[in-house]
């Protein structure tokens, strides 16, 4: 499937902003219409949602089914329950004598248009999860998933116009260069998921028309793993989450940084785990993910060559199939390649680092979108709380921040910004505008202290 020509994507543009000004996609009923169609649009198609996966990403069905279209239709569902607790009007409380001259209303209102970018790695769910989002806040979206899994693009592309209101809801398909075209559009809000590289050339682009921009990027996600740590629960939340999706999701496990007193049972857990989830060494289990192109799979291949660190466990690769193996890399030193960009695949670093060095290096590094901490030891969690930053943090597992429901999810710095998730998702949408109506004309004369000329005598209530 080719992409859209600037034709397509200028009818798409002029359609949504068409449809907005007319002020449909406010009304409650609109939404609620649109969030269960959206939901109809993942049950129908689960199954080839599942396959395109597997065709883009070798992954396992039962990921797609629960990571993909259970995540995403469980949240449409619970948008829907809170829909009109979360778009109420809120109302500050009366603190002053200002707030007697008139009651402020804070009204959420959708900001118009949004380009909705998506990334390959959870192709369905990262483009529909923010679509749910600004459809609760009355927003009208252009969607824009990933040109790197083609089959997910082009099942989306095909469902979404059969689904969805056509006119305030549109799917367009680009790569790089097109998107130079659809950037120079002045949306109202563009919600970006990927890379900080490409971040920055969408957030330029977003400037010109200073267009409010929510950022949801990666990083290098440590796991802290101290003495006090239970070391086999520990290995395994590590190990299955670089077994999930072949260790391309944001919040993976970059590295780890290790008590040097408990390493080598950590590695020994470690194995253990990992001959588990792939079914023994050298293996090819159907429900491991392949990495998603020769690019990135090049990329991590250069990376192990680069490496002055050990590995000692996995390292098997298939550049036809894109096969790569869980692969633990020991004796990995701070400035070593493995940790010098984001990995996004299955190369697992282990740093020997007791808990002070290891949160100077968390801290030497660009601030990451999670940080794990295994440690039984409170005081040691409040440090690495209070010592470091991170887009969030989860103790004594992994990504579990990112599932609570209504919390807000989100970088910090080189990880992104902005919220999404439960609400925080219908805020990154919305504006929020105060409106007041003054008092009735006839009170006016109570009001005269305000005019000048001013005295200590009117104003000294
Ligand atoms: P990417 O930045 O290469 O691509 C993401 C999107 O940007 C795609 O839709 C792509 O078409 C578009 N794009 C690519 N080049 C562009 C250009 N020059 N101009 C405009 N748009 C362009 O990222 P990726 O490789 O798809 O994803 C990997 C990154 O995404 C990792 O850093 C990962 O951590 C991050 N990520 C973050 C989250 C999150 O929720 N925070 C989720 C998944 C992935």
Redesign the pocket.
Known sequence: MGYSTPAEFDAAYRSTQAVFASGLTKKKEWRRHQLKRAWWMIEDNKERMATALYADLHKDRQETFFAECGVTQSDILHTLDKLDQWTQDERPARTNMLNFLGRAVVRKEPLGVTLI??????PIN?LLQPMVAAIAAGCAVIL?????APAAQKLLREIIPKYMDPGAIRCVT???EE??YV?THRFDHIF????????R??QTAATKYLTPVTL????QAPAIVTATANIDLSAKHIAATKFMTAGQ??VNVNHVLVDPRVRDVLISHLIQHFDVFMGGRDTRPEGYTHVINEHHFDRLENLLQRTSGQIIYGGHRDRATRFFSPTIVVGVQPGDALLAE?L?GPILPVVDAELNTAIAITRGMEHP?AIYGFTDDRNEQSRILNETQSGGVTFNDCMLHVAARDAPFG?IGNS?HGYHHGIHGLLAFSHLRTHIHALPFWMESLMEARYPPYSRQKTST
């Not at 824009?144 to 790197?148: D, N, V, W």
């Open positions: 970018i998506g990334s390959w790695n959870f990262l824009k998933p990933s040109e790197l680009a790569g790089p998107m130079q950037l970006y998921t990927g890379s900080p590289r490409i971040a050339v969408i949801e990027l990666g990083g999701v944001c984001e996004f979108l970088g992104g």
